[in-house]
């Protein structure tokens, strides 16, 4: 079982940053591959960025691409989204989640199996 907590979301001009953070129960942490999405007021969940069990995997969404980082500190049970250049197009809630799926990075919603409640993301024009 993990548990998944989302913060660092807020209010931020366009072409600022945020940094949101998801932290992690649980002392298996490193065994779960881990995925942020994001939701925009009428629109579907999406994909935005995806970090393999060790950290030495990564794949982003075309959109974020260049302006987004994901990084995880397992020692920290904690996996980062380091977002600059922020546009208004990325306001939305942001959402990590775990699949215990190894291995590999993780694009699809559907092999995720726990998920935090969200963090909301304004960015103003």
């Known amino acids: 079982q993990v548990q998944l907590a989302e913060s660092g979301g807020g209010l931020v001009q366009a072409g600022g940053s945020l940094r949101l953070s998801c932290a992690a129960s649980?002392?298996?942490?490193?065994?779960?591959?881990v995925g942020w999405f994001r939701q925009a007021p009428g629109k579907e969940r999406e994909f935005v960025a995806a970090v393999s069990c060790s950290g030495g995997s990564t794949y982003y969404a075309d959109s974020v691409k260049g302006r987004f980082t994901i990084s995880r500190d397992n020692a920290k049970n904690t996996v980062y989204l380091q977002m600059n250049s922020l546009k208004p197009e990325d306001t939305a809630v942001y959402y990590c989640?775990?699949?215990?799926?190894?291995?590999?990075?993780?694009?699809?919603?559907?092999?995720?199996?726990?998920w935090g409640q969200g963090t909301q993301v304004t960015v103003s024009s």
């Open positions: 649980g002392r298996t942490f490193s065994s779960y591959a």
């Open positions: 989640a775990a699949s215990p799926l190894r291995g590999r990075v993780i694009t699809t919603e559907d092999k995720y199996t726990y």
